[in-house]
T-cell receptor, first 121, second 113 residues
Framework: EAGVVQSPRYKIIEKKQPVAFWCNPISGHNTLYWYLQNLGQGPELLIR????????DSQLPKDRFSAERLKGVDSTLKIQPAELGDSAVYLC???????????????????FGEGSRLTVL | GDSVTQMEGPVTLSEEAFLTINCTYT??????LFWYVQYPGEGLQLLLKATKADDKGSNKGFEATYRKETTSFHLEKGSVQVSDSAVYFCAIAGGTSYGKLTFGQGTILTVHP
């Protein structure tokens, strides 16, 4: 079974340029996450999708970041314009959320891609 | 909000040494607790988890016990190998972290022959 696929693995751009990252989750996984990982830090959630709906985007800097998950499958994360401080690894993860009882669910195991490393010069 | 604190690293050990990586958390409710591992050049992968108090998660010789009274989930292994060299992340889900994982800052483990 294929894992979570991300591209590109590496991207180097100059500041103020746009950049986009793509993620294809594990087939059948309804929940998709984008995480930001700065050097020496743990991942921090940017946005979480359940199917095609963004259910938690409170940490997404909406002035320059945008994301979409059309048709509830693969997803794109965009930065425009990029700033020096955006240099980091962008991780995509997916899971199969399991309903426990009405209104709640188990997150399930998150499966991560290898990440996209962005360097902004 | 929820938070996770891991022991400061990095940790350097000789092969067959005993490993402990401390993890404590702050959360409301009853979160699930996880250890994820990131081997060089690879993505994060689940190592073990525990979903309720006193549960013990185990995998590949690693163990961690959910201690609600001390809000801890320390990772242990009796005899580490060179192949265990990686970055280890403690994480929680549930409570106010419902539907997502909140990670600690990670601990780099290097095991020498």
């Amino acid at each position: 079974e294929a894992g979570v696929v991300q591209s590109p693995r590496y991207k180097i751009i100059e500041k103020k340029q746009p950049v986009a990252f793509w993620c294809n989750p594990i087939s059948g996984h309804n929940t998709l996450y984008w995480y930001l990982q700065n050097l020496g830090q743990g991942p921090e959630l940017l946005i979480r999708y359940e199917n095609e709906e963004a259910v938690d985007d409170s940490q997404l800097p909406k002035d320059r970041f945008s994301a979409e998950r059309l048709k509830g499958v693969d997803s794109t994360l965009k930065i425009q314009p990029a700033e020096l401080g955006d240099s980091a690894v962008y991780l995509c993860a997916s899971s199969l959320a399991i309903p426990l009882f009405e209104g709640t669910q188990d997150t399930g195991e998150l499966f991560f891609g290898e990440g996209s490393r962005l360097t902004v010069l | 909000g929820d938070s996770v604190t891991q022991m400061e690293g990095p940790v350097t050990l000789s092969e067959e040494a005993f490993l402990t990586i401390n993890c404590t958390y702050t959360a409301t409710g009853y979160p699930s607790l996880f250890w994820y591992v990131q081997y060089p050049g690879e993505g994060l992968q689940l190592l073990l988890k525990a979903t309720k108090a006193d549960d013990k998660g185990s995998n590949k010789g690693f163990e961690a016990t959910y201690r609600k009274e001390t809000t801890s989930f320390h990772l242990e292994k009796g005899s580490v190998q060179v192949s265990d060299s990686a970055v280890y992340f403690c994480a929680i889900a549930g409570g106010t972290s419902y539907g997502k994982l909140t990670f600690g800052q990670g601990t780099i483990l290097t095991v020498h022959p």
